[in-house]
């Protein structure tokens, strides 16, 4: 696979036509504060969906890791097994956030019945409602993942909750949840919503406008993206949009277990099919590089950030809708809101370079987490995504170096092990999995997740004897 991006390639990627744009309001605050970015000036690009004539910002506020604070009610010493505090969503902060995103041309919301522990549709119910309903485009799931909700009954209960959670009569895009997964992808799709008649109602519901669009999200299995598509090619079920994993990363070099992000994008464009972009960020992983991959980036780009590259490549294929970002934190935000007011397309040096990246990350052994919690909570208390977080991490970061001979070894074994503690409380830290593998079969990544943590649990403890 060569590491050269032809002209060709690049208008194949981005299409002919130009960005469509139309201004909301300027992406400009002088009350940002210092510890946030600085904005530029510009106006929110937007894509238009060819289903409904939707305009939606190409930028998309995904409402999966949501901030959190201490829950006030907690007893003094904590209030789980274990004596760890639990956390609540930080209501005030989501209310800021959608408030400051919506201001600046962010129009789409995308959550799930299982985000947050289960409490992320209420959250964004409560912070959207606050504004005029035409403002504000609202995505969710029916996660009907667990044999108990996948009949017809529990799924159409799930999806009328979500009504109710997130405070409105209708759902301008659905999502089937996770198509993809399981030992035998196509059953476990014809189980959660053909076999049960789940499918035939929705698709009702569309009908009657109480669903504007409707798709699916894809993990894993390409048999299954392919099998949903001949679905449409045949007339069996209508798709309004399908969202995908994309980044510069898995586009031609997507794990084992995953499906290049080229392919599955060429299958959607050329139905016409809008795709909506997740995991841009490859899981946190693509907005901090090892040094010298960021130190070339950087150079081309100096006042924007690392991540802003991925978040350009993403957004620069035109059938692409809108791109997700889990926005926890308001530099977060306003950084992204720089990236997309205007985007500025990835040109063909550009894609070369990030093409070089991606080939060049293949040297460096992380973990392919994408941090998006589907493994939590643990039964055992762990922080599985704080764990493979950390570790990756160290591994950008060269501290990860397994000989006590090699040159800089005491300062990477010092910088793993204190940051270790420091982001992962040690009664959450990876010597406590006992490998009763509850974790693994809800990985859309297809982690062996208790091998990878007792590997950590062992290199950790290779640190401290040594």
């Known amino acids: 696979m060569g590491n050269n991006i032809s002209r060709r390639d690049f208008l194949k990627i981005t299409g002919i036509a130009g960005l469509a744009t139309a201004g909301l309001s300027a992406c400009s605050d002088k009350n940002t504060g210092a510890a946030t970015p600085r904005h530029k000036s510009g106006e929110m690009t937007y894509r238009v969906n060819p289903s409904t004539g939707d305009k939606v910002s190409l930028l998309g506020y995904g409402m999966m890791r949501l901030p959190t604070m201490a829950d006030p009610n907690a007893k003094p010493g904590g209030n789980d097994k274990d004596g760890v505090i639990q956390e609540v969503i930080d209501q005030d902060t989501v209310n800021e956030l959608v408030d400051y995103a919506l201001a600046h041309g962010v129009n789409y919301f995308d959550t799930s019945p299982v985000y947050c522990q289960g409490r992320s549709e209420e959250s964004t119910g409560i912070a959207l409602s606050r504004h005029p309903r035409d403002k504000y485009f609202i995505a969710t799931k029916l996660s009907n993942f667990s044999p108990e909700t996948q009949t017809y009954d529990a799924s159409v209960a799930m999806y009328r909750n979500s009504l109710k959670n997130l405070r409105t009569d209708h759902l301008d895009y659905l999502l089937l949840h996770a198509i993809g997964g399981g030992d035998d992808s196509i059953a476990t799709f014809n189980q959660r919503f053909i076999d049960n008649g789940v499918l035939k109602f929705l698709q009702k519901e569309r009908e009657a406008g109480r669903i504007r669009n409707l798709g699916w999200s894809f993990h894993g299995d390409v048999k299954a993206f392919d099998h949903l598509l001949k679905m449409h090619d045949e007339g069996k079920a209508k798709w309004d949009f399908v969202q ?46 090892a040094d010298f991959l960021n130190a070339r980036l950087k150079e081309q780009r100096p006042e924007e950030s690392v991540a802003s590259w991925a978040f350009r490549f993403a957004g620069t294929p035109q059938k692409v809708l809108t791109v997700l970002s889990g926005m926890t934190y308001k530099e977060h935000l306003v950084d992204n809101l720089n990236t997309f007011c205007p985007l500025e397309p990835c040109t063909p040096a550009e894609l070369e370079l990030l093409e070089d990246t991606a080939v060049r990350m293949q040297d460096y052994e992380t973990i392919p987490c994408t941090a998006c919690q589907y493994c939590m909570p643990c039964p055992f208390g762990l922080d599985i995504p704080g764990i493979f977080r950390h570790y990756n991490k160290c591994v950008n970061e060269g501290n990860v170096i397994a000989s006590a001979d090699n040159e800089g070894y005491r300062k990477a074994r010092k910088a793993f092990l204190v940051g270790y503690d420091r982001s992962v409380p040690r009664l959450r830290q990876a010597n406590h999995c006992i490998g009763c593998g509850q974790c693994e079969p809800h990985c859309p990544q297809n982690i062996h997740i208790p091998d990878q943590l007792h590997r950590i649990d062992k290199f950790v403890e290779q640190l401290k004897q040594s």
């Open 244 to 289: 995908i994993q994309l980044n510069y990363v898995d586009w031609k070099h997507a794990s084992e277990h995953n499906v290049n992000a080229e392919y599955l994008y060429d299958e959607l464009a050329k139905r016409n099919i809008p795709a909506v972009i997740m995991e841009p960020l490859l899981g946190g992983r693509l907005a901090t590089l």
